[in-house]
């Protein structure tokens, strides 16, 4: 029992520190460095809260919190709704099925950066040369330059990516449903809607919990997608609230203002993600 305590110790502590030596240092780091006027150069004084109070004063900083919420509620939406879509006809009985389980998983192995960029060059170069040779206008133009669509090809991209992961935690949870369920629910004249609202959601519930848990908070910190196609822009059209930090903090000379409006950012994801688990793990009853 002394050796297993041991090795537990030797396994646990090395991962620890390493855990706060590159997150919780970090993260105390950001808040201490959120009450001082730091540029992240030099030196610098206390300011109080008056970061956090410039923060709720910035317009800039509001409109990138609406874009990202905008941003992350329909992407969390529509990821949720094709996943779900796409696992149960994976689930089905149809040829190559663990084939084409695999190339709907192969985009979530590919770096978020790399993806943005191929969509990048396809909204600007390839979708309007094909539309100028079909004659369709609405798609002629590059809707990247666009600040009333931009946004939409962000979202295009970010769910198209994402869909993969989810899609995985899907089948997961069809998996743990038993077929004896389907055969009783078959033989009571149930049809397919019926058999999915009744039977299938229920229990794969708490799978669908995880999900919007996951994609929501994973797109209420979209960064790559931003870098790569849009630089924020046009104007500040697609700034979300993690390119902001980023830019302002290592580029503007806002790095102690940036910290606080992480760690406000910080806390309303939190927020959110606790609502969320709460809310849908109570629907999961109440189903």
């Known amino acids: 029992m002394k050796k297993r305590g041991s090795a537990y110790i030797l396994m646990t502590v090395p991962a620890l520190l390493l855990f706060f030596a590159f997150h919780t240092f970090p993260t105390l780091q950001g808040i201490f460095y959120s009450f001082t006027n730091w540029k992240g150069y030099g030196d610098f004084d206390f ?157 794969i519930a708490p799978f669908f919990t995880i999900n919007m848990v996951l994609a929501m908070k994973g797109f209420l910190m979209v960064f790559d997608q931003i870098v790569a196609m849009t630089g924020g822009g046009p104007g500040q059209s697609t700034e979300s609230i993690s390119f902001l930090i980023y830019k302002g903090g290592f580029e503007g000379g806002e790095f102690a203002y940036q910290s606080a409006n992480a760690v406000v950012y910080f806390v309303i994801i939190v927020a959110i993600s606790v609502v969320q688990i709460r809310f849908l793990q109570r629907r999961e009853v109440d189903l």
């Open 47 to 203: 300011v109080g809260l008056k970061n956090y109070i410039n923060v709720f004063k910035d317009d800039r900083v509001v409109d990138s919190y609406l874009f990202t919420f905008k941003f992350a509620i329909i992407s969390t939406l529509l990821v949720n709704l094709f996943s779900m879509l796409i696992a149960l006809g994976l689930n089905a009985n149809i040829r190559f099925k663990n084939t084409l389980r695999a190339v709907y998983f192969l985009p979530n192995i590919l770096s978020g950066l790399i993806v943005a960029f191929i969509f990048n060059y396809i909204f600007a170069n390839f979708l309007p040369e094909m539309a100028e040779k079909f004659g369709i206008n609405s798609l002629a133009t590059n809707i990247l330059g666009n600040p009333d669509l931009a946004w939409v090809g962000i979202v295009i991209v970010a769910v198209w990516q994402a869909v993969a992961f989810n899609t995985i935690l899907y089948l997961a949870g069809l998996q743990t449903i038993p077929s004896e369920l389907y055969e009783a629910s078959s033989l009571d004249g149930a049809g397919k809607w019926k058999t999915f609202w009744h039977v299938t959601f229920p229990l």
